[in-house]
């Protein structure tokens, strides 16, 4: 697995219409049909499909992640954390000459190997130390020989070997298996398998992993695999913005402002959009320019909304009711918002 941003977990938004105390003549902040998707994981799909973008269980800042304690795993597994590859691979050779059973070593080497940290990139070889640290019952080995099997890394394509692995992880409780083996599921279409899904995001979700948290939200905002409920769908939401998760705040901002499935706050719900926008979320970046304009949840502000709409329409969510509602702001105004923008516009998701 690679480390980076985390991004499998399609953007829902079901946003009801703004009441009626909005101004007339304003539409609703409402989110477009396209955005009305839970992506499913096709396994024959590219790097793109499955979660390669995932944390490993070594990945700063993981929480539920990360292995368990180890006395002897603080130099290795300490070096990795601080970026100093190559103190960790040093380290991680030390103890498994030292005992060539230590698991978690041998994780991290295949880690290293596979991602080419401190060393060349070489899937073969991580596979070798993967492979020796699932003999030993490694959970993350195991979820990572999962996904590169289904990605044909340092070996030819395997879906039902990949899945294999993933599922001992997964009994294992080796969170991003469950997630990738939820995904698989509701690629498939049937109900049962939607409700093993539905099981299996709650797995990842008691491990804080906040894409399972935010897809699980989804299901229950749906009532799909799982019965409907928005209460709960608001706490998962809740709960992967809080652990980061872009969708997940956006998604939780939504209810907010609307009042569905927890008591409306526009003021708490801007707050929300406005923390997503500066993050670089698009969506979130038309919502604030949209709430700045009607003066809902934050103060009045043209230019400000002037702003977060360029931001937004430089990564493609153009607006043409926001670019209507702008269009008269003043010369000084529009050189205001156009600087405040542009440099908006570099944050992106």
């Known amino acids: 697995m690679r480390l980076a941003k985390v991004g499998l977990a399609a953007l829902l938004v079901l946003a009801s219409a703004l009441n009626a105390a909005a101004a007339p003549n304003q539409p609703p902040i409402v989110a477009p049909p396209n955005d009305q998707t839970l992506k499913s994981a096709d396994p024959k799909k590219t790097s793109k499909g499955l979660s390669r973008d995932l944390p490993t269980p070594y990945t700063p800042g993981a929480e539920g992640l990360r292995p368990p304690p180890n006395p002897n795993a603080d130099l290795a597994y300490g070096a990795y954390q601080r970026g100093r590859y190559i103190?960790?691979?040093?380290?991680?050779?030390?103890?498994?000459?030292?005992?060539?059973?230590?698991?978690?070593?041998?994780?991290?080497?295949?880690?290293?190997?596979?991602?080419?940290l401190g060393l060349k990139q070489d899937p073969k070889r991580a596979l070798e130390w993967y492979r020796l640290a699932a003999k030993l019952g490694d959970a993350h080995a195991m979820a990572s020989l999962g996904l590169m099997a289904m990605d044909g890394r340092g070996q030819a394509k395997d879906?039902?070997?990949?899945?294999?692995?993933?599922?001992?992880?997964?009994?294992?409780?080796?969170?991003?298996?469950?997630?990738?083996?939820?995904?698989?599921?509701?690629?498939?279409?049937?109900?049962?398998?939607?409700?093993?899904?539905?099981?299996?995001?709650?797995?990842?979700?008691?491990?804080?992993l906040a894409p399972?948290?935010?897809?699980?939200?989804?299901?229950?905002?749906?009532?799909?695999?799982?019965?409907?409920?928005?209460?709960?769908?608001?706490?998962?939401?809740?709960?992967?913005?809080?652990?980061?998760?872009?969708?997940?705040?956006?998604?939780?901002?939504?209810?907010?402002?609307?009042?569905?499935?927890?008591?409306?706050?526009?003021?708490?719900?801007?707050?929300?959009?406005?923390?997503?926008?500066?993050?670089?979320?698009?969506?979130?970046q038309n919502r604030i320019a949209r709430l700045y304009v009607v003066g809902r949840g934050v103060p009045?502000?043209?230019?400000?909304?002037?702003?977060?709409?360029?931001?937004?329409?430089?990564q493609g969510r153009s607006d043409g009711?926001?670019?209507?509602?702008?269009s008269d702001l003043s010369p000084d105004d529009r050189k205001r918002a156009e600087a405040l923008g542009s440099e908006r516009a570099k944050i992106q998701q």
């Open 212 to 284: 399972a948290q935010h897809d699980l939200g989804v299901l229950y905002l749906q009532g799909r695999g799982v019965p409907k409920d928005a209460g709960k769908a608001a706490a998962y939401f809740r709960r992967a913005a809080d652990n980061g998760d872009l969708a997940g705040e956006v998604e939780f901002a939504i209810l907010l402002f609307n009042g569905n499935g927890v008591a409306k706050d526009e003021a708490r719900a801007a707050r929300y959009f406005l923390h997503a926008a500066s993050r670089g979320n698009a969506i979130a």
């Open 300 to 314: 009045r502000n043209l230019v400000e909304a002037g702003a977060w709409n360029l931001a937004a329409s430089a």
């Open 87 to 116: 103190a960790a691979f040093r380290e991680a050779t030390k103890r498994i000459e030292a005992n060539s059973k230590d698991a978690a070593a041998l994780t991290l080497l295949g880690e290293l190997y596979n991602q080419g």
């Open 159 to 208: 879906q039902k070997a990949g899945r294999q692995w993933l599922e001992q992880a997964s009994a294992k409780g080796e969170p991003t298996a469950s997630y990738n083996l939820a995904l698989i599921l509701l690629g498939t279409g049937k109900q049962e398998d939607l409700e093993k899904a539905a099981t299996l995001f709650e797995k990842a979700a008691k491990a804080e």
């Open 321 to 326: 009711w926001l670019d209507q509602a702008l």
